[in-house]
Structure formats: structure tokens, C-alpha cells
């Protein structure tokens, strides 16, 4: 069975005591149980939000990580730090790091395999620009952004989440149709049948890219979505609660 998971990435927003009542809101729902629920707050929120989670079964996520264990990286945070609060899951990869801080495949493979040696879950990110799809790369750019993947263990790759985000589709309000969502996802989960077999029937592929409760139900019917990774829509209790309850 592939786990389904709806992630909220709260990104550079909320002050302190705004994602405490955000968490709190979010405690006080009730969130359908078969879902792994996750709030991925900025690192100065983690230890508060986690406080207020609580045996709620709302998970902790980070949105970021450094790939060594100590050392002189003034403002970075180890998967250790993350590990001492509790948290579950680590995105790695996602478009606004590659983009505006120039992450390669190199260090994000050296990221992925620090978590794992953690025992932190990475949601590891791919996705194609506006420029890629209307050239019809799209499928090549997933597929390179993939390789560093396939170099893992079987036993580690099994640990990731894989989170498919369309650069066009983040912010925007332009959303990718269910159907093009659903073909990526089935090209991805084929890429995996290829280098690890029966590890595609259970690796959760989640989408994100403005996904909102509008259009959360179409998206999660796919038969290869197995969730969400949620930007904005998270910011707002009864819209991100409304997402994990689409299924």
C-alpha cells in the first residue's frame, strides 16, 4: 500500500505566534486518519508548531537541511538539530532552492543521503519550467532531476517521498490538469519500476503546484497522485484540512 501523505510548505511566511494558531486550528479538525498530514514550517517555527502537535498525528516537516553533520555553515541546520525536534520530513530539492539558491544534483543527493542516514523522510522535488513543457522536455528534465535517485540503495530509495511540482504551476494559480499531473506521475512511477521493480507499487508520488480544495479530489482520483505537497493553501486552516480530507 502507498501511503497518502498532503504536506503543507508554510515557505517564508507566518510569524512565530501566527503558526502556533495555525497548528492549533489545525489540531482541532478532524483530518481524515488515513492520511499523513504535515506541516513544514520555516526552521525558527519548528519547535513551537511541534509543541502544538502533540499527540494531534499531525506530522513535523523542514524545508531545508544542511548536507554535513557540524561544522563552520553560519546559518545552516544539521539533520541532527532537525532530528533533537522532532522532525519527520525534510524537502530537498524543491524549485525555489534549485532556482534561487543554484542546488545541483550533487548536493542534493549528498542532502537526501544525510537524512536518510537520520532516519528523516526526504520528499525529494522535480518538476519541469513553462519553457520545458511547451518544448516538450518535460519528461527528460523530471527524468534527469531523478538520476542522482537511482545511485540509492534499495532499501534507502524506499524511504523517499517523491513530490512532482511544476514550475509553472507554483504560485501562479495555473494549475496542471489531473490529466497531465496523473502522466507525469505514471512516467515517474515507470522510472522506478525500472531501477528499483516492485518499489514503484509503494513509493507515494505527491503533487504539487497550486493545488487547492477546488481541485484537490480531481487530483488525488489519479491513480498514481498519492497526495499533496501544498504551498499557499496551507496557510489557511479549513483550505488545507479541506485538501487532507479529498480523498
Same mark, same amino acid.
Given at each position: 500500500m502507498r501511503k497518502k501523505i %498532503? +504536506?503543507?510548505n508554510w515557505k517564508m511566511n507566518l510569524s512565530v505566534p501566527e503558526g502556533e494558531l495555525l497548528? /492549533? /486550528?489545525l489540531t482541532k479538525i478532524e483530518l481524515d486518519k488515513t492520511v499523513s498530514t504535515v506541516l513544514i514550517p520555516p526552521f525558527t517555527h519548528l519547535d513551537r508548531v511541534g509543541k !502544538? @502537535? /502533540?499527540?494531534s498525528g499531525i506530522l513535523l516537516g523542514a524545508q531545508n537541511s544542511h548536507q554535513e553533520p557540524k561544522g563552520a555553515f553560519t546559518g545552516e541546520v544539521s539533520v541532527a538539530m532537525l532530528k533533537s @525536534?522532532? %522532525?519527520s520530513f525534510? @524537502? %530537498?530539492g524543491h524549485s525555489e532552492r534549485r532556482t534561487y539558491f543554484k542546488e545541483d544534483n550533487e548536493l542534493l543527493k549528498a542532502k537526501t543521503e544525510a537524512l536518510l542516514s537520520e532516519g528523516i523522510t526526504p520528499i525529494f522535488c522535480c518538476g519541469e519550467s513553462l519553457e /520545458?513543457? !511547451?518544448s516538450g522536455n518535460h519528461f527528460e528534465t523530471v527524468n534527469q532531476q531523478l538520476q542522482l535517485l537511482w545511485d540509492l540503495a534499495a532499501e534507502d530509495f524506499e524511504k523517499v517521498i517523491l513530490a512532482y511540482e511544476p514550475v509553472w504551476a507554483i504560485g501562479t494559480g495555473e494549475t496542471a490538469t489531473a490529466e497531465q499531473a496523473q502522466e507525469m506521475h505514471a512516467f515517474i512511477r515507470a522510472q522506478i519500476?525500472?531501477?528499483?521493480? !516492485? +518499489?514503484?507499487?509503494t513509493t507515494s508520488i505527491i503533487y504539487g503546484g497550486s493545488c487547492k480544495p477546488s481541485n484537490a479530489k480531481e487530483l488525488f482520483a489519479q491513480p498514481d497522485v498519492d497526495g499533496g505537497l501544498i504551498g499557499g493553501a496551507s496557510l489557511q486552516a479549513d483550505d488545507f484540512a479541506a485538501i487532507t480530507n479529498s480523498f
Open positions: %498532503v +504536506a503543507g497548528a /492549533e /486550528e !502544538k @502537535l /502533540e499527540d @525536534l522532532c %522532525v525534510t @524537502l %530537498v /520545458e513543457r !511547451k519500476q525500472k531501477h528499483f521493480g !516492485k +518499489a514503484s507499487d
